[in-house]
């Protein structure tokens, strides 16, 4: 046998997403390259609409803190684009855990600034500008000074990894830690979820009853159904994941050859389609 055999042999027995099957690989692409071109497009608009409205209330804040967190996501997917198209990783380590890690902060830190939205209309909050901003800043200190170094420190740190290749650090799902933290993460998302949704549904409801049929003529009702697009948009790109994920964690050790790592990928890839909120407010699908 070729040494080219046993080399592509070699590369499809350890289970990366590159010897995947290439529908799979295809769809990842364009899934990546929709949620680039959309993304940036809808980030460009919304900045441009915010110049010209210069508000500054919390809701303001929080959608400017979206942008800057869709911004930092959407420059990593040229690097993950790089590495599937090329099937070759060419950036190093470091970079390959950074690019890496940031898809996971910027799930989350999505997660927590569209929660916010939802609570802060559920339950009609107010706030000052000094006191929004400074959570709102908060936030952001969480995620630079806490989370990112934590993260860093422990992903993509057990076990060695090939410098060609990158994303594959599913060995680390074994660690028990790393399992305890994602049991809980996935628990947290979906409860937090199942609750939100349940009393956006509720409230949506009295609205809808209260002010029927005139119901698109009351600002209540109007800015109920904004936060129903998060709640929406969180359950379509975020909770597909974190169910998999369950479902992977348990099944990781009859995964021999590692056929659910591509499938991993793929909802994974799925939480970057949140970067298209932004278009579809442009678009009026939610306005």
Not at 6 to 28: A, M, R, W, Y
Not at 159 to 179: A, D, L, N, R, V
């Amino acid at each position: 046998m070729s040494n080219s055999s046993i080399t592509q042999q070699n590369h499809s027995s350890d289970g990366t997403v590159l010897g995947t099957s290439p529908k799979l690989h295809t769809f990842l692409i364009i899934l990546y390259i929709i949620n680039l071109a959309g993304g940036t497009l809808g980030v460009i608009m919304m900045f441009r609409q915010l110049l010209q409205r210069r508000s500054q209330s919390v809701m303001t804040i929080i959608i400017i803190s979206l942008l800057v967190l869709h911004t930092f996501m959407l420059l990593s997917i040229p690097f993950r684009l790089s590495y599937y198209i090329l099937q070759e990783w060419k950036f190093g380590m470091l970079a390959c855990r950074l690019v890496s890690a940031f898809i996971y902060l910027h799930m989350y830190t999505t997660f927590m600034f569209y929660m916010a939205i939802i609570i802060i209309r559920l339950f009609q909050l107010k706030f000052r500008k000094c006191c929004s901003t400074a959570w709102v800043g908060a936030v952001w200190l969480v995620g630079a000074l806490v989370m990112t170094p934590v993260l860093l420190s422990y992903y993509g740190t057990v076990g060695t990894y090939k410098p060609s290749e990158c994303f594959q650090f599913h060995k680390e799902i074994q660690e028990k830690p790393m399992m305890i933290a994602n049991y809980c993460m996935v628990g947290i998302m979906v409860a937090v979820c199942a609750v939100l949704t349940a009393i956006q549904f509720f409230v949506i409801y009295r609205l809808t009853v209260k002010y029927w049929p005139d119901i698109n003529s009351h600002v209540e009702f109007r800015a109920q159904a904004k936060s129903f697009f998060f709640i929406l948009v969180a359950l379509v790109c975020f909770m597909p994941h974190h169910v998999f994920r369950a479902y992977y964690i348990q099944n990781y050790h009859l995964d021999k050859d590692h056929k659910l790592l591509p499938y991993n990928e793929i909802f994974l890839a799925l939480t970057t389609m949140c970067c298209l909120d932004m278009l579809c407010f442009i678009a009026g699908i939610a306005h």
